[in-house]
């Protein structure tokens, strides 16, 4: 028997260093959830205080680790995890009592949901990591952190030392739990380890798929690909400075910065001009081409090699001639999709380019975007027409439509009223369990008491009962060999209908019947006219058989969706690869034997 290389040690390593931690987490799970709101807060406190001062240190390992982004902004999400995102949920309270609603009167009780996969992305991943820490511990839910494999070293320092605040804090041993050996296979063990309550998950879309698909509940985020409207009526100057500022801000790693830009045709020239005086360096054609065949894939993912890097680097990785100024490149596009390569995410400082007629051209514009990669996600729009900026927000499939802003820092709250969070839901329409951005509230479980306030109504009377039948008449019985006089039955019957109120129209029996006349079985008393027989009801039609079909795409599945209809196929038809990943995540296709 052949040995096992040494992919398949590191593999059973990892699945081993998941269940470990698991069981490890779900040991100190049932004292975390005996601490009280102090003692939570006093964890919390310390580890955000530390997070606070090593901001620097993670950010060089980070940059140095994974090779992606810059050590000045990286220090800065590091601080926005550790000072912004911990005074928002400081005031919070997680445990016992947390609301109170006098006049329904429900009280609210807090309960910790349990362990927490948590997923950490190579792009962000000392900022993250500080993130999921803190809301984790906040909630009273342990956590086992599982790196991307490229940021093992970053993420496992960053819990080394907030483990250590946490502890000196009073947090029990296994409360911050993080796997050093990482695989592929560990990660997908850890999120179905039966420890495990809920899985918090920040990657790529087939790592959010996998979360989904582990059987447990799941806030899974993927990528963006956020567009950025620049309208008529816009300071444009401000417009182009907040997306080239979003854009650049750490390489263009976050997955909610720009990705694209649509402006009006009317002010699309001075917006050029203005792209330019900031550092926007405008691909000719066949450089644009060049550009697309090394960022872009077969795949249609971002190129690893050329990810987070500067504006210059990649030129001159590509063979670009770009001026030394050059702060994003930029590609005029005419369309969205497989054939225009560069309007996918791109995770670095290129922006592709469009120019729209108006306002209602650009808002189809970006829905394409969109639907093209960060459905559900963010987008942006630069306008001072507020009846505009309205029609935007009702009709475009995002859920983060930050205004006059950079998408980067408006959809992660740093320049908006949104919750502070470094993880972004989706909802429905990128196939997420929530459009939140993600906080401590997520980790909640709420059980409520609730007093009756609408007492159950009960009649003042009770039911009155039915009179009492006339006593019967004394006749003189005549017996009949074999049952009842039929004369009496009939006097008895008229009786009794009589007491109802309903007068019979029945025909008296006749004098030579017997009680042994036969009666229709279903005739409640002699007399009444037999029941007509029931009528089956009429078969249901048979149901069109469905023919599989030949071909299907992307929006082909798109539309069945949004119809909610299922697409036919059998072996024969041909699915192209999006098509299947979007179809099977909504279940959509219904498999066939083509008719011979």
């Known amino acids: 028997m052949a040995e096992p290389d040494a992919s398949t040690h590191r593999d059973l390593d990892s699945i081993r260093d998941a269940r470990t931690l698991a069981r490890r987490a779900q040991a100190a799970q049932t004292r975390l959830a005996e601490l009280t709101q102090d003692q939570v807060d006093r964890i919390v406190d310390a580890m955000a205080a530390v997070a606070a001062e090593q901001a620097m240190p993670f950010a060089r390992m980070a940059v140095e680790e994974t090779g992606y982004g810059n050590e ?69 839910c342990a956590i086992v952190l599982s790196p991307h494999p490229s940021a093992v070293r970053s993420i496992g320092r960053v819990a080394e030392v907030m483990t250590e605040a946490a502890l000196g804090a009073g947090a029990p041993e296994g409360a911050i739990n993080w796997m050093t050996t990482v695989t592929l296979e560990g990660t997908q063990e850890l999120m179905h380890c039966r420890e495990v309550a809920v899985v918090l998950a920040t990657g790529g879309l087939a790592l959010v798929r996998a979360a989904y698909s582990a059987g447990k509940p799941a806030y899974g985020v993927g990528p963006g690909n956020a567009p950025a409207y620049i309208e008529r009526t816009a300071d444009l100057s401000k417009a182009v400075a907040d997306i080239i500022t979003g854009k650049t801000f750490d390489n263009g790693l976050l997955c909610s910065s720009e990705n694209s830009v649509v402006v009006d045709d009317a002010v699309s020239g001075e917006v050029r001009r203005e792209f330019e005086h900031q550092g926007g360096y405008f691909l000719h054609a066949r450089d644009a081409d060049r550009l697309a065949a090394e960022l872009v894939t077969p795949e249609r993912l971002p190129n690893p090699t050329l990810v987070g890097k500067t504006a210059l680097e990649i030129a001159g990785r590509v063979g670009i001639d770009a001026p030394p100024d050059t702060r994003v490149l930029i590609a005029s596009l005419d369309g969205v999709g497989r054939e225009h390569p560069l309007s996918i995410e791109k995770l670095c400082p290129v922006l592709s380019f469009y120019v729209v007629p108006d306002w209602r051209a650009a808002c189809e514009r970006c829905k394409e975007i969109l639907r093209y990669g960060g459905m559900g996600h963010t987008m942006s729009i630069h306008s001072r027409d507020e009846q505009i900026i309205l029609e935007f927000g009702l009709r475009k499939p995002a859920f983060r439509i930050v205004v006059n802003t950079p998408t980067t820092f408006g959809a992660i709250g740093m320049t908006t009223g949104l919750d502070p969070s470094m993880t972004l839901g989706c909802g429905g329409y990128g196939g997420n369990i929530t459009s ?53 039955l009939a006097r008895r019957i008229e009786t009794f209908l009589a007491s109802r109120g309903i007068a019979s129209s029945s025909p008296a ?42 071909f299907v795409c992307e929006d082909d599945v798109r539309q069945a969706v949004k119809a909610d209809r299922r697409i036919v196929v059998d072996d024969r038809t041909i699915v192209t690869p999006a098509a299947r990943d979007v179809g099977e995540q909504h279940r959509i296709f219904v498999q066939a034997e083509r008719p011979r």
């Not at 109170?100 to 900022?127: K, M, Q, Y």
């Not at 990591?129 to 809301?135: E, Q, R, S, T």
């Not at 909640?444 to 039911?463: D, F, G, T």
């Not at 029996?509 to 037999?530: I, L, S, V, Y």
């Open 72 to 140: 000045a902004d990286k220090v800065r999400k590091n601080l926005f995890a550790a000072e912004t995102i911990y005074r928002f949920i400081r005031p919070m309270r997680t445990v016992g009592v947390i609301r109170r609603l006098d006049r329904e009167r429900v009280v609210e009780i807090a309960e910790p949901f349990g362990v927490v996969a948590a997923v950490v992305p190579s792009t962000n991943p000392t900022s993250t990591a500080i993130y999921k820490i803190l809301i984790c511990l906040k909630a009273r």
């Open 436 to 488: 939140d951005n993600i906080t401590p509230r997520h980790l909640l479980n709420i059980k409520r008491l609730a007093y009756e306030v609408r007492p159950v109504s009960r009649s003042a009377h009770p039911e009155p009962t039915p009179p009492a039948a006339p006593p019967l008449p004394d006749a003189p019985v005549t017996p009949v060999s074999g049952g009842l006089d039929p004369k009496l």
């Open 509 to 550: 029996p006749q004098e030579n019947a017997t009680a042994t006349t036969p009666r229709h079985p279903d005739a409640a008393f002699a007399g009444a006219p037999p029941r007509a027989p029931a009528v089956p009801p009429p078969s249901p039609p048979p149901a069109p058989v469905e023919t599989p079909v030949d």
